[in-house]
């Protein structure tokens, strides 16, 4: 039997290997988010074990968060030095928002990396090499000096001598200093750039030239570990500074990064989840269709002594065979993909090209055991309604299925359908906890009974068309009717397949299309302000920007905006700072009770956005304990609101308690109105004058700001409708096999219809009405779903912010029509087949 199986296989290598292709593209899924993840993890490690001392001191409480504002003092330097065991001490200053802008005047990273400024000196890492090594040139030895990294320079066309110009969020915006050194990173920079300054000119450029430093590195002597100098250092600091070592310093950080990550394999795997379930509908067919073909082959095997058990085995051999071949080209696919990735985030900054791929023992283990379960439970039910059917019975012509399997299907599938729009219900109207889970359950449910029921869903829709090809294509319409409804349950899997990538496709268009118009709206009922000035890259920038355009004559108000990550009570969050007296007449807060809300604000305070506050636990007139930039303090919350699109945060302070307690001076966003019967040319030139030089800074108008907001979600919907094509193709490579597959089924009957006188023009066109009655179907049923699945998580999300429902009408309509071509391609190569056979040896085939 495993020599026949084997045989089968190799008999129908393409058939088969048509039907592996969702394997394929769900294990390449699989494999692609693990390589990827765990290369993106390596080169992290290589990082994290450059960038820590043996022992780091530094502000309590700032943990692994990225560019905080506190500081030491610079005479604690002096005063390390005489710990016991401690080698060396130098102090460290650090900055992420500097970058070098390109001769041609393009900014350099930015886009995923951050721009590093730091100050020169020869502490080691804690692996015992300096962070960098020069490469050409000198280190800055005065201020107006800098080094650069060696892809900085290259990218930028920068050679030593060269001026460089250099932007950052300081104080001072712009700075252009000599360049006097290359050097090279010890490990990969994964895109950022580096800026290297003397100590005193970066004091001054980011600590306004106090004598004070981000951190401190204590270098261990010989024969002293990480803990027992940590433990040293520890013991004479004040109480507000803790000492770690390097190495806990680095794991904090690389845990940090790979939970922000996360996404990415999060991402895939979904996608790799829904190519999967497409593929088993494929599978279940192709298998169905295959031993359907192969009864009297199976029988004989059964007269001649084989068991009911050995004839399943054997199709799930074939099974077994074919998902061995997808997972291992799956795998294959997968390290393609990841190499894709790395090179998609190396065009926007995550310069991954100098990491070697990793694959893991785990990513092999799974996209094996991902591939071969998924393909053995899509062969299951054929393999065993193979071995039910007797000797006798199979030697028969009839291999139609009983109709008691599908009462059984159509009732399975009504009852799961049923279920789902209970799910539904309850995330919709009923209060119950993460509704967004259970209508997300409630879709899945709806979905798949759908897929269950649509031999009898689809059947009206069968007819209508038939309808119409009646009249349209005459007999030839008949037939392709008939094919059609010969076999409900065929047509339906095939078209069940096309179905929920359809069905995604138009989810996903719906609620995109909605998420822009409730963007676009509350951006028009709430947008005050004549100008918004923003960072390009989402950063921070420099106040002198805002200082700048204030002086601009016919400027009457700059409201300025600042954010950062902070704790409320123990919850990560980003915190806001506004100008109560003046965001008021730029924007809003809250659509209904801005005014309220501001005067809450006013009286100092944290505001808290009504759904946050139900999160945290926490009500007006309660004090809060809030980190910010490492300081712990404890705030009022001065009141509630209901967020609106232009709502800086869920979490808003004054910019008089942000700076109070340590709140970076960079500024987030600056929105700018001119006053009334001010010349708007002359303003809109002079903005654009003070951002001129500023790569990093962007001026817009309301619709520009609008078209900002709408970006990221048209720039998400691609990369949906790219993966969710995927899909589609996985669907498309199903109506191809399943048209293929009965083609050979009817090829004595095909060779009957051409005896008496059907075309070969004839046969390809019927072929075609079949294969587009398949792809209609598949296409209005999941337009349908989708449309509904579509409205449930607008209504699921109106709460937060997505108010409009927009239905994109002509998009639906040309998935419809995309739909219908898809059919026409389908049957092009099993039309061609079929035209392509002798009559007489179709006859007398069996």
Do not use: C
């Not at 947008?527 to 016919?554: Q, T």
């Not at 604000?601 to 506050?613: F, Q, Y």
């Not at 409205?791 to 639906?812: E, H, K, N, Y």
């Amino acid at each position: 039997m495993l020599r026949a199986s084997i045989k089968s296989v190799l008999g129908r290598k393409l058939r088969l290997l048509m039907s592996a292709f969702a394997v394929i593209l769900g294990v390449a899924f699989v494999a692609g988010s693990f390589i990827f993840t765990d290369t993106l993890g390596k080169s992290f490690d290589g990082i994290m074990n450059s960038s820590v001392g043996d022992v780091i001191v530094r502000p309590a409480g700032t943990e692994a968060s990225f560019g905080s504002s506190q500081t030491l003092p610079g005479d604690l330097v002096a005063e390390l030095k005489d710990v016991p065991g401690a080698r060396a001490v130098d102090g460290n200053l650090t900055d992420y928002t500097t970058f070098v802008v390109s001769k041609k005047g393009k900014l350099i990273g930015g886009q995923g990396a951050p721009g590093l400024g730091v100050n020169f000196n020869t502490a080691p890492s804690a692996g015992g090499e300096s962070m960098f090594r020069l490469a050409e040139g000198a280190w800055p030895a005065k201020d107006g000096e800098i080094a650069v990294d060696s892809r900085t320079a290259k990218t930028g066309g920068y050679v030593v001598g060269d001026t460089v110009q250099v932007v950052t969020a300081a104080a001072q915006a712009k700075v252009a200093p000599k360049l006097t050194g290359i050097m090279e990173p010890s490990g990969s920079l994964v895109g950022a750039s580096v800026v290297v300054w003397t100590t005193h000119q970066a004091q001054a450029l980011y600590q306004e030239g106090k004598d004070v430093y981000n951190d401190v590195w204590v270098t261990a002597a010989d024969g002293t570990s990480q803990d027992e100098l940590q433990t040293a250092v520890a013991k004479v600091l004040p109480p507000d500074l803790e000492a770690v070592t390097g190495e806990k310093a680095a794991e904090a950080m690389r845990t940090s990064i790979q939970d922000s990550m996360k996404f990415i394999t999060y991402f895939l795997l979904i996608f790799a989840a829904i190519a999967l379930v497409v593929g088993t509908f494929i599978i279940v067919n192709t298998f169905s269709i295959l031993v359907a073909q192969r009864m009297k082959e199976l029988a004989l095997f059964r007269a001649i002594g084989a068991s009911r058990q050995q004839v399943a085995r054997s199709v799930l051999v074939e099974a077994f065979i074919v998902g061995l071949v997808g997972s291992t080209v799956g795998l294959l696919v997968g390290i393609g993909l990841a190499i894709a990735i790395k090179a998609l985030f190396g065009s926007i900054g995550l310069d991954l090209s100098d990491a070697s791929l990793v694959i893991a023992p785990r990513t092999v283990l799974a996209s094996y055991l991902v591939g071969l379960i998924v393909t053995l439970l899509a062969a299951y039910l054929p393999a065993r309604r193979a071995g039910k059917v007797p000797p006798v019975a199979a030697m028969r012509d009839d291999v139609t299925l009983a109709e008691t399997s599908m009462h059984h299907r159509v009732i399975a599938g009504a009852a799961l359908a049923i279920a789902g729009a209970i799910a539904m219900g309850l995330g919709l109207f009923v209060d119950v906890p993460n509704a967004i889970v259970w209508i997300g359950i409630g879709i899945l449910g709806v979905l798949l009974g759908v897929a269950g029921t649509s031999p009898l869903v689809g059947r009206p829709l069968i007819t209508g068309m038939g309808r119409l090809y009646r009249r349209m294509f005459g007999a030839v319409g008949v037939m392709a009717e008939e094919n059609a409804l010969r076999n409900p349950r065929r047509t339906a899997a095939t078209a069940s397949a096309l179905m929920i990538g359809v069905t995604l496709v138009s989810m996903m268009a719906v609620f995109g299309s909605s998420a822009k118009q409730s963007i676009n709206g509350e951006i028009e009922r709430n947008f005050k302000a004549d100008y918004l000035v923003s960072n390009a890259i989402g950063s921070d920038f420099s106040p002198s920007v805002g200082d700048e355009i204030a002086k601009i004559p016919g400027v009457e108000t700059v409201s300025r905006m600042k954010w950062g990550m902070g704790k409320v009570k123990d919850s990560d969050e980003w915190i806001a700072a506004v100008d109560p007296a003046t965001f008021g007449s730029v924007s809003t807060i809250d659509e209904k009770n801005d005014a309220t809300v501001l005067k809450q604000l006013t009286a100092g305070g944290l505001l808290i956005d009504s759904e946050k506050a139900s999160k945290l636990g926490v009500k007006a007139g309660d004090m809060v304990p809030v980190t910010l930039q490492g300081k712990p303090f404890d705030v009022k919350v001065a009141g509630t609101f209901e967020s609106s699109a232009t709502a800086p945060s869920g979490l808003i302070v004054d910019l008089a308690t942000w700076t109070q307690h340590g709140g970076t001076a960079a500024d987030g966003q600056v929105f700018v109105k001119a006053a009334e019967g001010a010349d708007m040319a002359a303003v809109t030139s002079a903005i654009d004058k003070v951002v001129a030089d500023l790569p990093t800074v962007s001026v817009k108008d309301m619709a520009g700001y609008a078209e900002e907001q709408s970006k990221p979600i048209d720039q998400m919907l691609m990369i949906i409708y790219a993966l969710l094509g995927l899909a589609v193709i996985i669907a498309i490579l199903g109506i191809i096999n399943t048209l293929a597959l009965s083609v050979i089924e009817r090829t004595r009957e095909i060779g009957l219809l051409r005896a008496v006188g059907l075309g070969r023009g004839q046969l390809r066109r019927m072929l075609r009405l079949e294969s587009v009655v398949i792809a209609i179907l598949g296409a209005v049923l999941g337009i349908v779903l989708g449309v509904v699945f579509g409205i449930a998580i607008q209504r699921a999300l109106a709460d937060q912010g997505f108010t409009a429902l927009s239905i994109p009408w002509l998009q639906l309509i040309a998935f419809l029509l995309l739909a219908g071509l898809v059919g026409v391609l389908a049957s092009v190569w099993p039309g061609r087949r079929a035209a392509k056979m002798q009559i007489l040896d179709a006859i007398s085939s069996e």
